[in-house]
């Protein structure tokens, strides 16, 4: 029996994973909503990630691989390249998805029929999976987000408001016209893209918990470390969606951003030192 399209392609970039893909898929795997595909981009790992995604007997899961390693913006853009389904979310290697994820994305893709992107709130998790920070949702209601209110919601907070990529689907067929994540962001290249969405279409924000983001010493986000404050300010003084805000809400957002990075940084390194110990 032939398998009908699925809805959302689930898109997972991973190297070096071995230690937590295996709950991201697990996540993924128990949604409710389940017709979804699941395409994973191996970046030429060296530990035991292919060997833990083969072990999994589910024709929803599609394994590619790399024979070199990339840089992540590769590995993101490639990966979400290939989505076959009408959505595409792009889900890291240690990251997961909350129970329901899935549903509450298609019961507002089912309310806002005419938004090419939804997004919903995540928590925060250590390595064990404990809860660090609760979400901070950026309304306490769903709401749809043009290209202005987008922008000018970035400004007001000085950080993401979508949060990351495990927060927001989209539709498929607005990747090509998006383009690349970007080679010159690495703290804010996921802020990039939303932006380059929102430009093309709204994006509904909901209050919802849908997944749980991961911060380890080994994760991506920590070994960018106090670079991060450096890439804030130049972001906003910078980026093309802020090029006609006045100078001084460009400071103060560059200012709300300098300090969030700061902050993150000392409490990852504060979490961090006192698991060693």
Same mark, same amino acid.
């Given at each position: 029996?032939?398998?009908?399209?699925?809805?959302?392609?689930?898109?997972?970039?991973?190297?070096?994973?071995?230690?937590?893909?295996?709950?991201?898929?697990?996540?993924?795997?128990?949604?409710?909503?389940?017709?979804?595909?699941?395409?994973?981009?191996?970046?030429?790992?060296?530990?035991?990630?292919?060997?833990?995604?083969?072990?999994?007997?589910?024709? %929803?899961?599609?394994? *590619?691989?790399?024979?070199?390693? +990339? !840089?992540?913006? =590769?590995?993101?853009?490639? #990966?979400?390249?290939?989505?076959?389904?009408?959505?595409?979310?792009?889900?890291?290697?240690?990251?997961?998805?909350?129970?329901?994820?899935?549903?509450?994305?298609?019961?507002?893709?089912?309310?806002?029929?005419?938004?090419?992107?939804?997004?919903?709130?995540?928590?925060?998790?250590?390595?064990?999976?404990?809860?660090?920070?609760?979400?901070?949702?950026?309304?306490?209601?769903?709401?749809?987000?043009?290209?202005?209110?987008?922008?000018?919601?970035?400004?007001?907070?000085?950080?993401?408001?979508?949060?990351?990529?495990?927060?927001?689907?989209?539709?498929?067929?607005?990747?090509?016209?998006?383009?690349?994540?970007?080679?010159?962001?690495?703290?804010?290249?996921?802020?990039?893209?939303?932006? %380059?969405?929102?430009? *093309?279409?709204?994006?509904?924000? +909901? !209050?919802?918990? =849908?997944?749980?983001?991961? #911060?380890?010493?080994?994760?991506?986000?920590?070994?960018?470390?106090?670079?991060?404050?450096?890439?804030?300010?130049?972001?906003?003084?910078?980026?093309?969606?802020?090029?006609?805000?006045?100078?001084?809400?460009?400071?103060?957002?560059?200012?709300?951003?300098?300090?969030?990075?700061?902050?993150?940084?000392?409490?990852?390194?504060?979490?961090?030192?006192?698991?060693?110990?």
């Amino acid at each position: 029996m032939t398998r009908r399209r699925p809805d959302i392609s689930i898109c997972i970039p991973v190297y070096n994973g071995a230690r937590y893909i295996a709950a991201t898929v697990e996540s993924v795997l128990s949604q409710d909503f389940s017709n979804f595909d699941l395409i994973i981009l191996d970046n030429a790992s060296v530990d035991q990630t292919r060997a833990i995604i083969m072990s999994y007997n589910d024709d %929803r899961i599609t394994l *590619l691989s790399r024979e070199s390693t +990339s !840089p992540p913006w =590769i590995n993101w853009s490639s #990966v979400v390249s290939a989505a076959t389904a009408p959505w595409t979310k792009l889900l890291c290697a240690d990251d997961v998805l909350l129970p329901g994820a899935l549903s509450h994305t298609f019961e507002l893709i089912k309310v806002y029929p005419n938004a090419g992107a939804i997004a919903g709130s995540r928590n925060i998790i250590d390595p064990d999976g404990r809860t660090v920070i609760r979400s901070r949702p950026a309304a306490k209601k769903v709401v749809e987000l043009d290209y202005k209110a987008f922008t000018q919601l970035i400004i007001k907070n000085g950080t993401n408001p979508i949060g990351e990529s495990c927060c927001i689907s989209w539709r498929t067929e607005l990747t090509p016209a998006v383009g690349n994540f970007s080679n010159y962001w690495e703290y804010f290249m996921d802020l990039d893209y939303w932006i %380059r969405l929102s430009a *093309l279409t709204t994006i509904v924000v +909901s !209050p919802i918990e =849908i997944a749980s983001f991961r #911060v380890s010493p080994q994760s991506w986000t920590s070994t960018i470390g106090i670079s991060s404050a450096r890439e804030a300010k130049l972001f906003f003084a910078t980026h093309e969606a802020f090029k006609c805000s006045r100078k001084y809400i460009i400071v103060v957002a560059s200012l709300k951003s300098l300090f969030r990075s700061i902050a993150r940084q000392a409490f990852l390194s504060y979490l961090f030192s006192r698991s060693r110990n």
